[in-house]
Each structure stands twice: as C-alpha cells, then as structure tokens.
C-alpha cells in the first residue's frame, strides 16, 4: 500500500514562503494537498497527475500556491507564497490509484498524518 510523508510545516509570518513536502512510496496516478483546521470540512489545495504534470487548485489559493513533483526523489510538493492567517491549517498529502483532477478527498484512498502550518498576522 502507498505510504505518505509530509515535513516541512511550521510557522511563518503572513506574507511569507513555505514549502511543503511528500514522500512517498508506492505507485500512484494523482496526488493533491488538503487541509483541515478544527471544527471545519477538509479542504482540497491542489493536485497533479504522477504522469504529465497537469495541475488544478482551489480557488482561494490560485496564484499563491504551486504543486509539483520531483520524480527522482518520488516527492510531491506545495510551494506557498504570500500565505495568509487563513492559511492556517494541518496539510496532508493524499495519493489516488485514479487519474481524475478532483480535490473531493472522498477519490483518495491514501493518506499522510498531516503537517501543522501556522501562518501569524
């Protein structure tokens, strides 16, 4: 079964650059970020296609945030930028068998445990 690990979370001023990172192992067809914070809905950041590279966001954060994928390393990542408070969440990386550009998390069946990004004001 695929496994995934996230690192690179922490705390950053608002405005500020993030990158976050995804290891993983096994073989997938897509991979996207998610995110949750208490008492709300997980909430799909971005996704890619493992083959080809093709992309697709969330509109609250389109031209903030870039995924993509290092196939040497088998390493997806999230590149943030110009983050804001309500940026403010656990991340998780989430792997899919399936080739479909959706940020439903009900399509992924693989799951990392998650890294805390705290974004201040």
């Known amino acids: 079964q695929v496994q995934l690990v996230e690192s690179g979370g922490g705390s950053v001023q608002a405005g500020g650059s993030l990158r976050l990172s995804c290891a993983a192992s096994?073989?997938?067809?897509?991979m996207a970020w998610f995110r949750q914070v208490p008492g709300k809905e997980r909430e799909g950041v971005a996704g890619?296609?493992?083959?080809?590279?093709?992309?697709w966001y969330a509109d609250s954060v389109k031209g903030r945030f870039t995924i993509s994928r290092d196939n040497a390393q088998n390493t997806v990542y999230l590149q943030m930028i110009r983050v804001k408070p309500e940026d403010t969440a656990m991340y998780y990386c989430?792997?899919?068998?399936?080739?479909?550009?959706?940020?439903?998390?009900?399509?992924?069946?693989?799951w990392g445990r998650g890294t805390q990004v705290t974004v201040s004001s």
């Open positions: 989430a792997a899919s068998e399936w080739a479909l550009a959706t940020l439903d998390p009900n399509h992924y069946d693989n």
């Open positions: 096994g073989y997938t067809h897509s």
């Open positions: 890619i296609f493992t083959t080809g590279g093709y992309t």
